[in-house]
């Protein structure tokens, strides 16, 4: 066997062993901050963790969301008048009904 594949071979087994060492100190850090995350009773909030769930998309010039123009009585579901129309309102139309009667306050 060449040195260049013994030298290969050893930086890889060099390699394994540095990543089974790493995860068995991961392993002690998660415990550690899942324990202090308890005692302490924070939230993901508290560490600035914040969901995107149930952010408002911004406009192009930041005054945030356009409000709905639309309702589907049947589901709550609303619609901007932005973009592709949705199945709800297009099925309403196809089927005879006025996107009119489907104004929000209209």
């Known amino acids: 066997m060449t040195r260049y594949k013994e030298y290969m071979q050893q930086a890889a087994e060099s390699q394994r062993e540095t990543e089974d060492w790493r995860q068995r100190e991961l392993a002690a850090v998660i415990t550690q901050i899942k324990g202090l995350i308890t ?11 914040h ?28 619609w901007n008048g932005r973009g592709r129309e949705p199945r709800w309102l297009d099925a ?11 104004l929000i306050g209209g």
């Open 51 to 78: 969901s995107r769930a149930g952010t408002a998309v911004k406009t192009r010039d930041g005054r945030g969301p356009f409000p709905p123009r639309y309702l589907d009585p049947v589901s709550g579901s609303t």
């Open 92 to 102: 309403a139309i196809k089927s005879g009904h006025s996107a009119r009667h489907y």
């Open 39 to 49: 005692q302490h009773q924070l939230s993901a909030g508290d560490l600035g963790f």
